[in-house]
Every structure is written in structure tokens, then in C-alpha cells.
């Protein structure tokens, strides 16, 4: 009487994690080369300073991936690294070039002009890919100290060694 029975439950086969192949390094790295594509097209409507200071935050992201080379990028670094090159850099650019080229350097009513308005962004933004460049190198020198520790107590002599 199948009414009484209880349903079995289906059996489960565990699935290894589905990666995103966008968070490679090789995928972040093409990521970059699009941007620097991009800017070096546009370079003759961006202020000379904006396209040095665009080719700069690039130069970092490719920092940063590069420490893959030495051990997995962690989460945080990867969703920064995607976001700058995905959205925040190359949205900032378009949004200044879609700008009248007679208006660029007219100040709107908060003071500023387009033009000044880019380069604070990509100074804000170049300052957020310095900060995890700089904690992406802190958790390498983090995990030498700890080999370091590690390898110390391994072939020190032990403090209860009589």
C-alpha cells in the first residue's frame, strides 16, 4: 500500500562548485585588455591626464591579478578587479565622453566641470585598486609570517624538549 509509506527522499550526487570562468585570471586579464582597448580609442576626447590616470588604475588591476601567479586571487579581490573593469571604469569613461565636448570644461552648479568631475572619479577610483593591491600584498606577507612560524616549530627544537 503505497499510500502509507513514507516518500523516499531522491538520491543526491554532490556536484563540485560551479566557478564563474569570468573570474579566472586569463578572463580578468582580457577584462583589462578591453579597458585599455577602450581607453586608448577614446584617448583623443579624454583629457590627457584622464587617460594616464585610466591607463594607471588598469596597470594596477593587472598588479593585482597578477599575484595569482604566486596563489588564487581571494573573493574579494576577484569581485573588485571584475567590478573596476566591468562596470566602474569603463562607465565613467562613457559617461564623460557622451558629454558635449562644448560643455566639458563649463562649471555646473556644484562648482566643478565634467572634466574635473572625471578626474575626481578616477583618482577615487585608482585610490580603491591601490587599497586592495596593498591587501592583496599584506595576505601574501601574512601567509609568508605564518610558513615562517610554521616552519620554525617544525624543525626547532621544542620548548618541552628536555
Known sequence: MAWF???QPAATVPTAPVTDPGDSPDALR???GSVNRMINASAGRLPLRAVVAARRITDVLAEIVDT?????????????????????????????????EDL?????????????SLLEQ????????????????????????????FLRTKFSGSDLDL
Open 68 to 100: 595569482s601567479e604566486i596563489r588564487p586571487l581571494d573573493v574579494y579581490a576577484t569581485i573588485s578587479v571584475r567590478g573596476a573593469v566591468g562596470d566602474y571604469l569603463p562607465t565613467t569613461l562613457r559617461t564623460y565622453l557622451a558629454v558635449d
Open 122 to 149: 578616477l583618482d577615487a577610483l585608482e585610490g580603491s585598486a591601490v587599497a586592495v593591491l596593498q591587501a592583496t600584498q599584506a595576505q601574501d606577507v601574512d601567509a609568508l609570517m605564518t610558513q615562517g612560524s
Open 5 to 7: 509509506r513514507r516518500p
Open 30 to 32: 582580457a577584462a583589462i
Open 104 to 116: 566639458v570644461d563649463v562649471p555646473r552648479p556644484s562648482g566643478t566641470t565634467p572634466t574635473q
